[in-house]
């Protein structure tokens, strides 16, 4: 296009980013704070803080069963996800039979306190963590298979921004280390490139193992094709272990010996301890038990399950021994993406690059909208109703995220405990937050809309132990006594996140420059000469 | 103690890549960069962020080692970023912290088995 | 021939030109061509097929810039067009079935 090489690529990074920076923005800021799931997840069922967990997984596994026998005896599926270092407690699920004209039944959850607190504890019903797990790739209020391949054109974009960021950057070495500061537009492209270029192997990692995660739906044509038998022989002859077998009809007489079906898999499989159990028909006769482990210090997240039939023979085993060299990789790179096997030193390094990805998207929105307005300042044009809508998007993205999810955490202390629509209402707080956000950028997109904005979220952001502590038994100084890191953190966080936004604020106010004197006075499109 | 030990020199790597640059060695050493220094700065840069990739898989095993190594440049790199920014005559000190740290931590390891 | 590319040296339709080739052409170009890898790869086909699909997003970024770089948007029609309609003739003639 029009001429060489690096003007089309820089044509091409230019107008892919600015058409997916808002989207690729609520991707990266999702997927960062996923970093936390399980951790946001606690936190928002403040009844869960004082429990205290049982320490012996032997002793839990004996109990979570027999909660199980207790209330879902005639279930199709139990489920039962083991506590560890991230999830004080265990969390069980059951299918409901089928009611008549249903093809499922009901899925219900719940945790396990230990012996003697079983009563009198009812967690609030919230999507917790889970629900910036979600965003980051299901969105929200459309079906998650049209929003993945929203999430996947936009990752793409993301791929083709970063390989053709490489090509357009021609002074990668020499600029490394420089940020020039006060410089309008060039201070944001110093910033666009040091976030970008400081983390691109993470970016990089990031987007290509975004798609792979999902490449079953992204690219399907050569499972579906050339494999012979099609997908569905793919994945059972992948694991074996997603075999699934038919009920007998018949009732069992005993009880499923669980404990042995643990203690042969982790002799089996030489894991320590055991991650996940699901068990399918577990009263019938020809009941099956998959029984989930990780090796310790194994990058690739559950490399080891077994699939049990009733009697304890082992129908289907994982065969990460027998794994072909793509099928490592496959593995590794969508476990690097998830990060469920990195401890917390390197788990902080993932979210760094996590933090640098926002930067790098959030700073290039900005850049766009900068340039254009130093452009059109020169050639005394007026500034237009497009860019107005592209500093909006950028202010109710950058700045609105953070504060809608504020309002949601702050909507899961404020709401009722026992609301029918707490857990609806949360979310749509959040969007009904990044709404308002967006209509108030429209109408004062410039530094003024900017400062308001964050201080707006510094100051929700301070005040958010005070809210904990006033709505529930518990507060910050309890959990830093208590050893609660996870919840200390998690406000500790979001204290440095609220004193970085007054910073923002005051910097925002400080300096007044193009953009603010073009937007402050809204409807004058006329130009201001310096 | 790993993470320490690998940050540090990844830090003076870092920092030896920025003064391998004219501009940045003009602002912290006060003279003039010229041929064969550039490449005994560019020649240590390489050695050490090497040596830290090396000593991390020594460490923690290949896979994570060269997570660690990876993770870290970044930190490392935007440390010396804001050094250079902010107090860019400090390099040379924060060079020998750097190199303490690391004897430190190297200590401390082999200390602990 | 005038009229033609009269109408393609027109900025806005080359552009949609471009994007058509690029997200339209370049997918099929990439999913015939990640069908091609896997069935002719020697390895069993558990392996051949991963290593098609982790192969297919680097090659369909490559089509996706190439279709923008290109001097001419006429070019990008006929590159990525000809690439699949290749691809996907060798696989006709090899597995038996369009894909």
Request: proline letters at 4%.
């Amino acid at each position: 296009m029009k001429g060489s090489f690096f003007r089309s690529m820089t044509w091409l990074h230019t107008w892919g980013g600015l058409l997916a920076c808002w989207l690729l923005f609520v991707v990266f800021f999702g997927g960062t704070l996923s970093y936390f799931r399980y951790e946001i997840s606690w936190w928002m069922q403040p009844e869960s803080h004082g429990v205290v967990a049982e320490p012996d997984q032997q002793q839990a596994v004996q109990q979570v069963i027999s909660v199980l026998q207790s209330k879902a005896p005639d279930s199709p599926l139990w489920f039962i996800n083991l506590a560890d270092e991230r999830n004080p407690l265990t969390y069980y699920g059951y299918r409901e039979a089928p009611q008549p004209g249903q093809k499922r039944g009901r899925f219900v959850d719940g945790y396990l306190f230990g012996d003697s607190q079983q009563d009198g504890i009812n967690l609030r019903d919230t999507k917790g963590g889970d629900f910036f797990y979600r965003l980051h790739f299901d969105l929200h209020y459309m079906s998650a298979i049209t929003a993945r391949w929203i999430v996947g054109a936009a990752a793409m974009i993301m791929l083709v921004g970063l390989v053709t960021g490489i090509v357009i950057h021609r002074r990668i070495f020499a600029d490394f280390f420089t940020f020039r500061n006060g410089k309008g537009a060039r201070t944001w492209l110093d910033l666009h490139n040091i976030s970008s270029v400081l983390a691109l192997p993470y970016h990089l990692m990031i987007t290509y193992t975004g798609l792979l995660t999902l490449m079953f739906l992204y690219m399907s044509a050569p499972v579906d094709k050339v494999y012979p038998g099609g997908r569905a022989q793919f994945f059972d002859d992948q694991n074996p272990t997603f075999q699934s077998v038919k009920a007998a009809g018949q009732r069992r007489s005993e009880p499923l010996p669980i404990q042995d079906f643990i203690q042969r898999f982790k002799a089996e499989k030489q894991v320590e301890s055991v991650s996940r159990i699901s068990i399918n028909n577990p009263a019938d006769e020809n009941a099956t038990v998959t029984v989930y482990g990780r090796e310790a210090g194994q990058i690739a997240h559950y490399a080891r399950s077994t699939l049990y039939n009733s009697q304890g023979d082992a129908l289907g085993s994982s065969r990460e021994a027998a794994f072909y060299a793509p099928e490592k990789t496959a593995n590794t790179l969508i476990a690097l993406h998830t990060a469920k096997f990195a401890p917390w030193p390197l788990r902080w390094l993932f979210v760094l690059g996590g933090v640098l990805g926002c930067i790098m998207v959030a700073s290039g929105g900005v850049l766009w909208a900068r340039r254009i307005a130093e452009k059109r300042l020169k050639a005394n044009q007026p500034m237009g109703w497009n860019l107005r809508l592209v500093q909006a998007m950028n202010l109710a993205t950058v700045a609105g995220l953070p504060l809608a999810s504020l309002v949601f955490l702050y909507l899961n202390r404020l709401l009722a405990a026992d609301f029918d629509g707490r857990r609806e209402w949360e979310m749509h707080g959040f969007f009904i937050c990044y709404l308002l956000v967006f209509l108030f950028a429209l109408y004062q997109p410039g530094r003024r809309g900017w400062a308001f904005v964050w201080m707006l979220t510094g100051g929700m952001a301070l005040a958010l132990p005070l809210l904990n502590l006033l709505t529930t038994d518990y507060h910050l100084l309890a959990y830093l006594v208590n050893g609660q890191w996870a919840l200390a953190g998690l406000e500790l966080i979001v204290l440095a996140g609220g004193l970085i936004a007054l910073w923002g604020a005051r910097h925002c106010l400080s300096k007044p420059g193009i953009a603010h004197q073009q937007n402050a006075r809204p409807g004058s499109y006329k130009v201001v000469t310096q | 103690m790993s993470y320490l030990m690998v940050f540090s020199l990844l830090c003076l790597s870092m920092s030896y890549f920025a003064t391998g640059q004219f501009s940045h060695f003009r602002a912290v050493h006060g003279v003039k960069l010229t041929g064969t220094r550039r490449q005994r700065q560019l020649l240590s840069a390489w050695g050490i962020l090497f040596g830290g990739l090396l000593a991390a898989c020594l460490v923690k095993g290949f896979a994570h080692g060269s997570l660690i190594w990876i993770g870290l440049l970044t930190p490392a790199a935007l440390f010396v970023l804001l050094i250079l920014q902010q107090r860019s005559t400090w390099l040379q000190r924060i060079r020998v912290v750097a190199l303490l740290l690391c004897l430190f931590s190297l200590i401390a390891l082999l200390y602990a088995g | 021939m005038q009229g033609i590319r009269g109408i393609f040296s027109a900025p806005a339709t080359g552009i949609l030109v471009r994007i058509g080739s690029a997200t339209v052409l370049g997918y099929l170009a990439t999913a015939e061509c990640a069908v091609l890898i896997a069935a002719l790869l020697p390895s069993a086909p558990l392996s051949s097929v991963l290593t098609a699909m982790l192969l297919s997003f680097p090659l369909f970024t490559a089509l996706i810039m190439w279709s923008f770089h290109v001097p001419r948007a006429w070019r990008a029609l006929t590159d990525l067009g000809g690439f699949y309609l290749a691809a996907a003739l060798s696989n006709y003639l090899l597995l038996g079935a369009l894909v």
